[in-house]
Structure formats: C-alpha cells, structure tokens
C-alpha cells in the first residue's frame, strides 16, 4: 500500500489515541451516567416514544428526548436548550438525551419551533420563555393525565423528577405519556421564577464535549454518501466581479476529473448567499479536484472595484472626518463649539481593518438531489435558511427538501453555509451531475469569499473641566459597509461609542457609511467588538489627561447605573488594577456592553524592551442579569476572549486592487496556544429580571484592556490593530 491509498481521518487519528493505552485521554473528563447524553449524529438518533409535544418525547423507559431546534457551534445550545426544558419538566438529568429538530416540519407546519436562528447571543436571552414553556406544558399534560386517571384535580398531582404523585398514588411520567399527549389544556402554563430553579444555574457539562473529545462528532465536512463527488470551486476575488474567460484544458485530463462548471451571478440578486461568477471542477476526491482547479486559466474582469485598496478607503476616510456627518446621538448645547474654545482638548484618531471570521471548519455543503427529494448537510446558524436557499436555488417545494442539522465548527456570526454561496453551488452540481455533491472551499476561498467585519475609522475629541473630567464630547465615525448598509444588527459605524453610557453633559456622535463592495456582515459582538476598542482606549485617554484613575473615572462617570456598577466594583475587588507597576509592565481596564449585558476586563501584560509582547492573565466580570450554567457561560468568556485578541493582536485583512492579499493561516495569523493567558472569569449579577447575552459579551473589553495595559508598559498607544504591527519597544 503506498501513502497515497492510506487514509487517516481525523476520528481515526482520535480514536487511535484514546485507545492506545497513552496519557492523552487523562486530561478529559467524560461525564457518566449521571449526565444527559448526545450522539455523535443528532440528527439520526431515533425518537421513539410518545411525543407530548414537538419538544419532546418519553419512551417506555422513561427516556426524554429533547428536540432542539438551534444549531451546536460550540456555544452549549444542545445543552442550554436540554436544560430549560428539562427545568420545567422535572426531569432527572440522566434521562435526558438532546438531538436535533426536524427543520422539514419547522418550515411546513408553520413554525412551530418559534426560532430557529442561533445568533446574538439571544438563545437564552430571547428565546428561554417559549423553550421553557414547551416543557411546562409537558409537565402540566402529564398531571392532568394522572389527575383524570386518579379522579383528582390537577393541582392535586405533584411532578417531580420524572414521577407523577398525589396522596398514595404515584407513577412514572411514561405511564401517563400516552394519555398525556391527548390531553388539550385551558390554558398554557407560565414559567417559573429563578427562585424556583433546580436544575438551572447549576453547573453543568455540555453534551457535545464528549462526542467532539473521542473523534465522533459529526460535522457537515464529514458526510459521506454513496457515489458522491467533490468539487474545489474558485469565484472571482473581486466580490461581483465577472468571469470572462478560462481554459480548462488541462484540467478536464487529470485523473479523477468529472465536470469542469462554471457558475454566473444572476442579475439583480446579490445577497450574501446568491452565487457569484466563478469555476467548479467536480471530481472523485476533492485533492483531485483543487489540484485540477490550480491548472485552469482564468481571465477575471474586475471592473472599476480592482482599483479599491487599503489605501483609496483610509483616502475616503480622512476626507469624511472633515464633513458633517449624519448624528446619531446628541445631548446639551453646541458641543463643537465647546471643543473649538476649550484650552483643554484630548483628541485622538482610531482604526480597525477588514477582519474574517476564519472558522476552523472551512466553509462546505453537501446536498444529493433526486427526484423524490433533496438531502443538505450545511454548516449554517439557522438550518432553516438551508433548507430555504437550496428550495429557492432548485425552485423544489420546501416539504421536499431534508436538512440534516450538524456540528459546526465555528460560526461567529457569518452565518456559514447560510450566508455564503456554498450550499447554492452544491444544489446547483448536484441537480446538474445527478448525484450527491460535496463542495468544499479551500482556506484561501473561505477567506476571500466570507463575509467581512467592516472597517472603521474613527475620531474623537473632548474637552475637559477644571475637575479634569470631559465637559463636551464629539466622535465622526466611518465603516465602509457593503451597499452602504447603516447597521448589521446591532452594529452601526459608532456603535458602543454614540451608546457609551458615561455621563458627559454634552456630547455628538456623528457618522458616514460609504458604499463599499466587499460585503460585510456581522461577526462575534458585533460592533462592540471593534468599537470597544476604540472608545475604552480613548476613556483611558480622557482619563490621564484628566489626571484620574482610568478605573475611578469609570466609576465615576456611570455613578447610578447599577448594571455597570456592579461590574466595575466587583472588577475593582477581583483584579488588584494599579497602575503602579514597573516599566516594562502594564495592567489595563475596559468595560463594554453588549447584547443587554455588561462585561469588564483587566488584562496583565509584560513587554520586553525590545518590544515582545505577552499578555499575562486576563480577569473578566460579567453582569448578564442570569447565569443558567455558570461552567458554560465561563466557557462561553473565554472563547470570547480568545476570538478577540486573535483578531486585534494579529488578524486584519490587507485590501489590495480590489481583494484580499493575506488568505490563510501564514499570513492572517490567529493567536497561538502558546499566547493565550490565563483567563478568570466572575459573575457579578443583578437578578432584576432582565437577561442579557453570554456568548459574546466577553471580547469586546479584552483588546481595549490589552492596548490599556500595553500604554502603562511602555507609554506607547496602539490605536490600530492588528497591535503586532506596532513598535512596543522602550528603553
């Protein structure tokens, strides 16, 4: 057998190391039978029994299956999800399995999941109401159930843990699941009080960390089906720009080869999941068919976008920051005058450039098209837009189309194989070839053809009092956003600084939104995340020049806001924050709000004096108002922190004649495991009954910490990222 006959997957290389007697598998902990389990294939594992609604089922042996409707990218929904249901049933942890929704029914019975959409960190925030209810109105079926049965009133039955009891009597919640399942009540039941919780707020494994430990999970890159093919695909690297020639020659003779394809935009339709002008060549194993593509010749007509550059838009930007831009908030008197006759002015101008979102799982789609039906495997944050987009691709009946929910390997926002062309190219080969069609996007495609964070470039100025805090604030911001789009979500070109919540008695917040044509959507935090990171340094900045604490400004200027206080103090108490260090080291402090909560960070940094950077710990304080898993939510801050810092330390796209120029891992470099610190995570919450996010609220204080602390190190201010290209030397 020769090297090139020998496959090793990555669950083969997995296996073989958890098997083989050595000390990888030491470190895990997988949980037992006391947990709640998941299998490798959500989407496959039977749900026998009875159903008591579209939530739920319970079989003979008294076996919950939970049908979540969110996608698992690595946030804990299959375990979120699971627990608010399984709160509100009473039901012991153990007996409870997670698998994934039908979206099929979803779409064709009038939606009767509510949401299907897993982003903005609304999961639990938005969605726990209805979750919890599916599973109180199980609970309250299967007391009327046992009430009828028992010739009882209703509030005579107490559910608990999986068994129905009134007086002497009791059952278990299988006995009664048949009965239960016809029962109609009067009236939907409410969800309980936090005061109420059993399970909720306790600290609880995710289900999906021991699929994903021993090599099992399966991802939509993973899925293999009889006579299917690969295809490597290359669109035009000026977004919307036209193919107007090629030759595949060469191409079409290697071996393996199946199909040279072309794709062409359609006019008119130019949304992010529309096809693009680009090439497909399908053969017998994607190696072949990405080393087939390198052979072709392609002639792109970029038009007048190839002139577009790094340089051209940062041009634009400094001609806006001299013209009035439209206000997005205002408060007191004349505030550009103000700073026009102040003798005390801090001003200062920010940057941060195109950035990717560089999932680990690149982008991919399968989908087998027969004339009975259409099968899709695509890594997207809303199964039911998979389903939608091949539909509409094929114009095929939406009850015709199966959707088969994966593991996604990352997701941060962009939406996948949502909102990319992949899974209209796989719908597209497939329907043309006849068989079932893998299309995967190499790293360098990925990259080119995601959907970008848009750049920003920001000033600011204030002016300050004789009490050296700011009497006038003013900032023009501008982001270069696909089509001009105002807003991606929540984010806008001066998000989290026109929202700022310090107490400036006269402030103006204005900004511009030039049409770009790279397009842009939204990325973990949105908004925050780079935002963040320009108004927590100029903060420090008013701050110092004001001759105050950078931490006790803080508390000072948001004096009443409780939210934010509570996090402040308990930042204050947890991180020891002085700025009283040697040279060389620096702490730093940033607190932002982001989707209804309220995060604060200090980082710890050394920096060597000829400039090495190493960024010790990190300490984060959350206020979301409610915690239901405090293991995943930490889990949740420290990923957020880790996408941060990737992207502010050393990521940024370089734009050149219309394209992107750094397309993979050498040269948009992500953090290495040897520089991420050490990350402590404190809850700090209100409990007043609001909720706010936890997947996202983590990042947006951790670069601004970071580029604070870097100031107190070596009195040199990074106002741009990614921070590696700055000069950090001292003497």
């Known amino acids: 057998m020769t090297v090139m006959d020998t496959h090793i997957s990555r669950r083969t290389l997995m296996r073989a190391m958890l098997g083989a007697g050595g000390g990888l598998a030491l470190g895990f902990h997988i949980p037992g039978a006391a947990a709640a389990v998941v299998a490798p294939k959500p989407w496959t594992t039977p749900t026998e029994g009875v159903e008591i609604n579209a939530w739920l089922t319970i079989d003979a042996a008294g076996k919950v299956t939970i049908r979540v409707p969110h996608t698992e990218q690595g946030q804990g929904a299959l375990t979120s999800v699971s627990m608010m249901v399984a709160e509100e049933l009473d039901v012991p942890w153990k007996s409870v399995q997670a698998v994934f929704a039908d979206m099929n029914r979803h779409v064709n019975q009038g939606g009767e999941y509510i949401v299907t959409s897993t982003h903005g960190s609304q999961l639990v925030r938005m969605q726990h109401p209805h979750i919890m209810r599916a599973g109180a109105s199980a609970r309250e079926r299967l007391k009327q159930a046992a009430a009828e049965a028992w010739g009882v009133d209703r509030s005579a039955v107490t559910a608990r843990q999986g068994t129905l009891s009134a007086g002497n009597r009791s059952g278990s919640y299988a006995e009664f699941a048949t009965a239960a399942a016809a029962v109609t009540l009067d009236r939907e039941p409410g969800i309980k009080p936090p005061d109420q919780w059993w399970l909720l707020g306790t600290a609880v494994a995710r289900l999906d960390v021991p699929v994903k430990v021993n090599g099992s999970a399966h991802y939509a890159i993973d899925t293999r089906l009889p006579g299917m093919v690969y295809a490597a695909v290359k669109s035009c690297p000026v977004p919307w720009g036209r193919l107007a020639g090629y030759d595949a020659g060469e191409a079409r003779n290697r071996p393996g080869v199946v199909d040279v394809v072309e794709f062409r935009a359609v006019p008119g339709r130019t949304g992010p999941n529309h096809l693009q002008d680009g090439i497909a060549v399908v053969a017998d194993s994607w190696y072949r068919a990405r080393s087939a593509l390198d052979l072709i010749t392609?002639?792109?007509?970029?038009?007048?976008?190839?002139?577009?550059?790094?340089?051209?838009?940062?041009?634009?930007?400094?001609?806006?920051?001299?013209?009035?831009?439209?206000?997005?908030?205002?408060?007191?008197?004349?505030?550009?005058?103000?700073?026009?006759?102040?003798?005390?002015?801090?001003?200062?101008?920010?940057?941060?450039?195109?950035?990717?979102?560089?999932?680990?799982?690149?982008?991919?789609?399968?989908?087998?098209?027969?004339?009975?039906?259409?099968?899709?495997?695509?890594?997207?944050?809303?199964?039911?837009?998979?389903?939608?987009?091949?539909?509409?691709?094929?114009?095929?009946?939406?009850?015709?189309?199966?959707?088969?929910?994966?593991?996604?390997?990352?997701?941060?926002?962009?939406?996948?194989?949502?909102?990319?062309?992949?899974?209209?190219?796989?719908?597209?080969?497939?329907?043309?070839?006849?068989?079932?069609?893998?299309?995967?996007?190499?790293?360098?495609?990925?990259?080119?053809?995601?959907?970008?964070?848009?750049?920003?470039?920001?000033?600011?100025?204030?002016?300050?009092?004789?009490?050296?805090?700011?009497?006038?604030?003013?900032?023009?911001?501008?982001?270069?956003?696909?089509?001009?789009?105002?807003?991606?979500?929540?984010?806008?070109?001066?998000?989290?600084?026109?929202?700022?919540?310090?107490?400036?008695?006269?402030?103006?917040?204005?900004?511009?939104?030039?049409?770009?044509?790279?397009?842009?959507?939204?990325?973990?935090?949105?908004?925050?995340?780079?935002?963040?990171?320009?108004?927590?340094?100029?903060?420090?900045?008013?701050?110092?020049?004001?001759?105050?604490?950078?931490?006790?400004?803080?508390?000072?200027?948001?004096?009443?806001?409780?939210?934010?206080?509570?996090?402040?103090?308990?930042?204050?108490?947890?991180?020891?924050?002085?700025?009283?260090?040697?040279?060389?080291?620096?702490?730093?402090?940033?607190?932002?709000?982001?989707?209804?909560?309220?995060?604060?960070?200090?980082?710890?940094?050394?920096?060597?004096?000829?400039?090495?950077?190493?960024?010790?710990?990190?300490?984060?304080?959350?206020?979301?108002?409610?915690?239901?898993?405090?293991?995943?939510?930490?889990?949740?801050?420290?990923?957020?922190?880790?996408?941060?810092?990737?992207?502010?330390?050393?990521?940024?796209?370089?734009?050149?004649?219309?394209?992107?120029?750094?397309?993979?891992?050498?040269?948009?470099?992500?953090?290495?495991?040897?520089?991420?610190?050490?990350?402590?995570?404190?809850?700090?919450?209100?409990?007043?009954?609001?909720?706010?996010?936890?997947?996202?609220?983590?990042?947006?204080?951790?670069?601004?910490?970071?580029?604070?602390?870097?100031?107190?190190?070596?009195?040199?201010?990074?106002?741009?990222?990614?921070?590696?290209?700055?000069?950090?030397?001292?003497?």
């Open 298 to 731: 392609v002639e792109w007509d970029f038009g007048t976008d190839g002139g577009v550059s790094d340089e051209t838009q940062a041009a634009e930007a400094r001609r806006l920051w001299e013209e009035p831009g439209q206000v997005s908030h205002e408060e007191g008197d004349d505030t550009l005058a103000m700073i026009a006759a102040s003798a005390r002015v801090v001003s200062a101008e920010y940057h941060r450039p195109y950035e990717t979102h560089a999932r680990m799982e690149p982008i991919n789609a399968t989908v087998s098209v027969t004339g009975e039906r259409v099968d899709v495997w695509s890594p997207t944050q809303n199964q039911a837009s998979a389903l939608e987009i091949v539909a509409d691709e094929l114009g095929r009946d939406t009850r015709d189309v199966f959707v088969h929910t994966v593991f996604i390997g990352g997701a941060f926002g962009g939406n996948g194989g949502g909102n990319t062309a992949v899974t209209r190219q796989a719908a597209m080969l497939s329907r043309q070839l006849g068989r079932p069609v893998k299309v995967i996007w190499s790293r360098e495609e990925d990259i080119a053809q995601d959907k970008q964070r848009p750049p920003h470039y920001t000033r600011l100025s204030a002016a300050l009092g004789e009490n050296g805090l700011p009497e006038a604030f003013f900032s023009r911001a501008v982001w270069f956003a696909y089509q001009g789009a105002s807003s991606h979500g929540p984010a806008t070109a001066d998000y989290a600084i026109g929202t700022m919540p310090y107490r400036v008695p006269n402030r103006r917040h204005e900004r511009h939104n030039p049409a770009a044509h790279i397009p842009t959507t939204t990325h973990r935090a949105p908004g925050a995340n780079q935002n963040g990171f320009i108004i927590e340094q100029f903060v420090d900045e008013m701050a110092l020049a004001g001759g105050w604490d950078p931490l006790e400004w803080r508390l000072e200027m948001t004096k009443g806001m409780e939210p934010w206080q509570r996090v402040l103090i308990k930042l204050k108490e947890v991180s020891g924050f002085t700025t009283d260090l040697p040279r060389g080291e620096g702490m730093g402090v940033a607190v932002v709000e982001d989707h209804g909560s309220y995060c604060g960070a200090c980082a710890t940094v050394t920096v060597s004096r000829g400039g090495e950077l190493r960024i010790e710990k990190i300490v984060l304080v959350m206020n979301s108002g409610y915690i239901i898993n405090p293991l995943n939510a930490a889990e949740q801050m420290e990923g957020a922190a880790c996408w941060e810092l990737s992207h502010a330390l050393n990521g940024g796209l370089q734009l050149r004649d219309g394209q992107f120029a750094n397309l993979n891992f050498d040269s948009y470099n992500l953090m290495r495991i040897d520089q991420m610190p050490a990350v402590e995570c404190h809850f700090a919450l209100s409990q007043d009954g609001w909720w706010g996010g936890v997947a996202e609220p983590g990042g947006p204080p951790v670069p601004p910490a970071v580029a604070n602390a870097i100031f107190f190190a070596t009195g040199k201010r990074a106002r741009s990222t990614p921070i590696s290209r700055h000069d950090l030397s001292w003497s």
